[in-house]
């Protein structure tokens, strides 16, 4: 369970706090939409959990784990961050390589490395993708390489920032179906951003509106 207690963040940058004495939790097995206005500190939220933003008051748990003793790439390892645009965090130069680049991090031998990526491109239907640029890809098709790309690291939450925003309505689906099945076949605990009530009532379980 991921656990944010009385947390408080104010941006460097001057004004009030985007959160302020805020407490949530998030199980595996869920998937979990975070809504509301905008400006009222969704992604700020999902930031802070994923090791992006640290809380100036209160703490975050992952699994019992405080995450403030540890790094971004130890708190990777357990939550994978998705951003709205995944260019963002793609850089390798082919596809597997976008795979790869984590578990050998890991200290992972090429076996395991070439047997763990070739799992992943398949699950993902990108295996014909393989020798590719990531820029060759569908906006859909570079959700699924970044999805890969931290699940195989072995994270247990995943955290999506709009992921339906400029998909349509048969790729919208396609991210659904996936992350129910990601859910079942996993037993991930998913939290997304969304103003699509729709794709939430759809997918999600259950629904936290910020205030």
């Known amino acids: 369970m991921i656990k944010a207690e009385h947390i408080t963040y104010k941006y460097p940058r001057g004004g009030g706090p985007v959160l302020r004495d805020f407490s949530a939790s998030f199980s595996r ?7 509301g206005k905008n400006g009222c500190g969704k992604t700020t939220l999902t930031k802070l959990l994923a090791g992006i933003l640290r809380p100036d008051t209160g703490s975050i748990s992952i699994d019992g784990l405080d995450t403030g003793g540890l790094d971004l790439f130890e ?3 357990k939550l994978g961050y998705i951003f709205q645009n995944p260019n963002s965090q793609l850089f390798c130069e082919t ?18 490395v ?33 999805l890969a790309a931290v699940l195989a690291l072995g994270t247990d939450y995943l955290v999506l920032d709009e992921p339906a925003a400029g998909l349509d309505m048969h790729r919208r689906q396609e991210l659904g179906n996936m992350l129910l099945k990601l859910r079942q076949e996993y037993n991930c605990g998913i939290m997304l951003v969304s103003h ?3 794709f939430i009532a759809r997918y999600a379980d259950r629904e936290l509106v910020m205030p």
């Open 29 to 35: 097995g869920e998937i979990v939409a975070i809504s």
């Open 95 to 112: 596809v597997y390589q976008e795979i790869a680049f984590g578990l050998i991090n890991l200290g992972l031998d090429q076996e395991q």
């Open 75 to 77: 708190i990777g390892r």
């Open 196 to 198: 699509e009530q729709d």
């Open 114 to 146: 070439d047997e763990k990526a070739g799992h992943y491109l398949d699950y993902f239907g990108l295996a014909r993708y393989r020798d590719e640029y990531h820029g060759k890809l569908s906006q859909g098709e570079k959700q699924r390489l970044a």
